[in-house]
């Protein structure tokens, strides 16, 4: 068993791709293979938290990354056992402008995932929809990049601009970094554009585009709305059984070894009291 964990960023420069869908939904089905899983929300609109029902937080990411907190004591509790989400917030809006100042300031999220040592096996973390430091510190952070893509025909140049990026911090930055993989979301095989871009995509990248499609579902739109993965909201549906699968896929390409192990216990308040978030 590696002593990391291994770190996905799962980004999109564009927005309403199914990036922070596939965060959530995949962190969840990963957890349910008994992997210790950590989901790092590092878009300032907070929906990868909302999604798990957690709101004003006591703790966030802006903790870690601009006071070091250490990223534990950031972290909450979820529905499952296996999976701790730390939350963002709108202190996040300023977080880019404060780490400017910083002193390698493109490696505090690094720094912060060190950290937590052997807590978690895997780590996602849901960037937000920019190339921004916030972004720029996930991929120095990561060891791989998941992107979401959904099929229609814009998506292609922005995934072009967003592998030039990759390429660009795997150089400069953070020689591990690779893409794991592209997932094709929102599809719908009865659309002729969606198909051809498929195709496409396919026919370019090859194996690093997944054989799992995530479908446009209503189910999987309905579940954040009730602070749940679609592992918990509705496991019969068809979202559920795409990111099952997916968390499958990617199992299988992670260097995972030995047995599942326990979730860390989560620290609490200097006072003994949970630092349970508010609603």
Same mark, same amino acid.
């Given at each position: ?42 878009? *300032? ?44 917030? !709108? ?39 920019? @190339?921004?430091?916030?972004? @720029? ?10 992107? %979401? ?26 020689? !591990? ?12 095989? !009865? ?23 995530? %479908? !446009? ?6 579940? *954040? ?29 992670? *260097?995972?070894?030995? *047995?599942?192990?326990?979730?860390? &216990?989560?620290? &609490? ?11």
């Amino acid at each position: 068993m590696a002593s990391n964990p291994y770190v996905i960023a799962v980004v999109n420069q564009k927005g309403g791709v199914g990036k922070t869908t596939t965060a959530v939904n995949l962190a969840a089905c990963l957890s349910a293979s008994e992997r210790p899983t950590l989901l790092i929300d590092m878009d *300032p609109q907070a929906n990868a938290s909302s999604a798990y029902g957690i709101v004003k937080a006591e703790r966030q990411v802006y903790d870690a990354l601009i006071d070091e907190v250490p990223l534990t004591r950031c972290a909450y509790e979820t529905e499952l056992e296996t999976l701790h989400v730390v939350p963002a917030g !709108r202190d996040l809006v300023g977080a880019e402008i404060e780490l400017v100042g910083k002193s390698e300031r493109e490696y505090q999220l690094a720094r912060s995932i060190q950290s937590t040592g052997e807590a978690y096996e895997i780590i996602l973390i849901d960037c937000p929809p920019s @190339l921004g430091l916030l972004t @720029l510190n996930a991929l120095t952070a990561a060891d791989a990049v998941l992107i %979401p893509l959904q099929c229609e025909y814009y998506a292609l140049e922005g995934l072009a601009n967003l592998v030039e990026t990759v390429d660009l911090v795997c150089g400069q930055l953070n020689p !591990r970094l690779e893409v794991q993989g592209i997932v094709l979301t929102m599809a719908d095989q !009865r659309n002729n554009l969606a198909r051809q871009v498929e195709a496409e995509v396919r026919g370019h990248f090859g194996e690093k585009v997944y054989r799992t499609r995530i %479908p !446009r579902n209503v189910r999987l739109s309905e579940a *954040p709305s009730h602070g749940q993965p679609i592992l918990l909201y509705d496991i019969h549906s068809k979202g559920a059984v795409a990111y099952v699968k997916l968390a499958d896929e990617l199992l299988a390409q992670l *260097p995972l070894s030995g *047995p599942p192990r326990k979730p860390p &216990i989560l620290p &609490i308040n200097e006072d003994g009291t949970d630092p349970a978030p508010s609603s």
